[in-house]
């Protein structure tokens, strides 16, 4: 079969590679769409943690179930996803009933390889049924579960102000599920034109561009004072989150959803006299995929407004060093395979 490679950061090359068997407790995935995600792109340029080259990029999928052993309640032939992030099912994580973030996980496209192939095997208990949407919807499941969790993680209420740093996808997807959930969006970014996204087509009535003096003065104006009581950061930007400590309320939540490689800083008397909370939000888990499909099977969410680009399988090691390039507007590449 064929595949695509990222050999070192900054090069892609197509491969053949040998289509996979089934084996006790998988499944096999004809896959059908690629979501391409800021992980891969991080990967592509080199500053991706947990890495090594060379990889196979790719964990925003949907596809046709081949065959499936270890489970009764999937049929070969119908429209699945899955949850890529592998667990240990006996560490300390996994016993407390948070797979997401298992002390020995592994992470399809990054810790091992992932979808940018004609055929996957994943474990069976990772499978997600397709519950009659479409491929390109089912891509688009495990970035808005990232953003679901996020919140969940939040404990978001209704009438809160949440600021949402960044409108990159999974930033996108954090205000959806901040919508959904009763919070006011806020929007925070440096890019104006990801910003006429947020107020055109996610109809958020709050933005602020990040590069602007007044940012502080523009959060107090909107909050009536308060700034906001949730503040999470989807950027990955070590600058952007070091900078966002300042945007708290008084007893505010603030949640990395983003990574980097670098150290966290920050004024602790300042964070100490807030009592503010501090926490990462680690991938996302099957109650969030759920939560994502209800809420696109129920109309509340129309993923597809996200894709901007699509391209075929065929195309995407010419395509994918312009999606780094924010002047050619990408929101979320779409890869169609085996059409």
């Not at 053949?16 to 084996?23: A, D």
């Not at 996957?120 to 390109?136: E, K, T």
């Amino acid at each position: 079969m064929q595949t695509l490679v990222c050999t070192t950061p900054g090069e892609l090359t197509y491969q053949l590679g040998i289509k996979p068997e089934l084996t006790p407790g998988n499944a096999i995935i004809r896959i059908r769409r690629i979501g391409i995600c800021g992980t891969d792109l991080h990967a592509f340029e080199g500053t991706q943690p947990y890495f090594n080259y060379p990889r196979i990029l790719g964990h925003e999928l949907a596809g046709e179930l081949v065959e499936v052993d270890g489970t009764s309640d999937f049929e070969p032939g119908e429209a699945v996803t899955f949850i890529p992030y592998f667990n240990c099912g006996h560490c300390i994580a996994c016993r407390s009933g948070k797979p997401n973030c298992c002390a020995n996980l592994s992470v399809c496209g990054v810790h091992a390889d992932g979808g940018m192939v004609e055929y996957l095997s994943v474990p069976s208990y990772s499978l997600v049924h397709g519950n009659g949407l479409s491929f390109d919807e089912l891509a688009l499941v495990e970035p808005l579960a990232i953003g679901a969790h996020g919140i969940r993680r939040a404990g978001v209420q209704p009438g809160e102000w949440v600021l949402v740093i960044g409108a990159g996808p999974i930033g996108l997807g954090v205000m959806e599920f901040a919508r959904i959930a009763g919070g006011n969006v806020i929007a925070l970014d440096i890019n104006e034109s990801r910003l006429n996204f947020c107020r055109n087509r996610l109809k958020v009535e709050h933005t602020v561009l990040a590069t602007a003096p007044d940012v502080l003065e523009q959060l107090a104006a909107i909050t009536n004072g308060d700034m906001p009581t949730v503040v999470i950061d989807a950027t990955g930007s070590l600058r952007a989150i070091n900078n966002a400590f300042q945007y708290m309320a008084h007893g505010a939540r603030y949640i990395l959803i983003g990574l980097q490689k670098g150290e966290i800083s920050f004024s602790h008397p300042e964070f100490h006299k807030r009592e503010g909370t501090l926490m990462s939000s680690r991938n996302a888990t099957r109650q969030d995929f759920e939560h994502v499909i209800t809420s696109m099977k129920s109309g509340q969410i129309d993923p597809t407004t996200y894709i901007t680009h699509r391209v075929a399988f065929g195309q995407v090691s010419d395509e994918f060093a312009s999606w780094l390039n924010p002047a050619n507007g990408v929101i979320k590449a779409m890869v169609a395979i085996n059409e």
